[in-house]
Nanobody, 114 residues
Framework: VQLQASGGGLVQAGGSLRLSCLASTDISRINIMGWYRQAPGKQREMVAQITYAGVTNYAESVKGRFTISRDTGKNTVYLQMNSLQSEDTAVYYC?????????WGQGTKVTVSS
């Protein structure tokens, strides 16, 4: 499985970005897809997840600001990020989990200027 993440960039605080993750496999099959991020000097953390059934899960720090969604016809998962804060600055990675395997994309950098 290959994952291609895109959509990162530089944005001012309070702005929005939409990340995309294109998977090389059928995401309507049993799996979990998610977005993770890693800020400089910090551990990678889960941001949002969506299951093949459409069930979502968010980190507390992004609830109400970020929305994960998917288009199974395009095998793509999105992360809509609104009200961005400087603390959201990180490299964002998408992850595909089909037990027992995990696959990671290459990461896309998000920088929020205050």
């Amino acid at each position: 499985v290959q994952l291609q993440a895109s959509g990162g960039g530089l944005v001012q605080a309070g702005g929005s970005l939409r990340l995309s993750c294109l998977a090389s496999t059928d995401i309507s099959r049993i799996n979990i897809m998610g977005w993770y991020r890693q800020a400089p000097g910090k551990q990678r953390e889960m941001v949002a997840q969506i299951t093949y059934a459409g069930v979502t899960n968010y980190a507390e720090s992004v609830k109400g600001r970020f929305t994960i969604s998917r288009d199974t016809g395009k095998n793509t998962v999105y992360l809509q990020m609104n009200s961005l804060q400087s603390e959201d600055t990180a490299v964002y990675y998408c992850k595909y989990t089909r037990p027992p395997n995990d696959y990671w994309g290459q990461g896309t950098k998000v920088t929020v200027s205050s």
